[in-house]
């Protein structure tokens, strides 16, 4: 989330910390499905205010939407969903150790409600990734 930015719900990440292992950043060359060094596992982020542009930019859809439900919340689903750069997609960044996540039924029903608000989700698990579409 940038700084100006307002937050669309009252929720907060908790221990929640996923985004910080899944998301690449390009500023501190950390890849994705890596844990970030700055990463305090189940608490946050040690350098929250001196986080690059990267980490502020970053929305996690289930902080954003109300209508995600707490069991989306994504370190229970090891999965998170993220805008992409294109308007008409988005991205489910899914945690590679965790391999059958995709198939569970919290996932699945991410998964559907995504495809119908946009006609592309981009699924990344590490190095791989796939499409799906409507």
């Not at 502020?56 to 229970?76: G, I, K, S, V």
């Amino acid at each position: 989330m940038t700084d100006t930015a307002v937050p669309t719900t009252a929720r907060s990440c908790g221990d929640c910390t996923l985004c910080c292992k899944l998301m690449g950043v390009p500023e501190l060359k950390k890849p994705s499905a890596r844990w970030c060094a700055s990463c305090d596992q189940g608490k946050g982020c040690t350098v929250y205010e001196e986080r690059p542009p990267s980490c502020r930019n970053f929305q996690c859809f289930w902080l954003m939407d109300e209508a995600f439900p707490d069991a989306f919340r994504p370190d229970r689903i090891h999965a998170l969903a993220a805008f992409n750069d294109t308007p008409d997609s988005c991205v489910l960044h899914m945690d590679p150790a965790h391999p059958k996540a995709m198939r569970s039924p919290e996932v699945q029903a991410l998964t559907d409600a995504l495809l119908k608000a946009y006609p592309r989700v981009f699924v990344m698990s590490g190095k791989e990734s796939a499409l799906l579409t409507r």
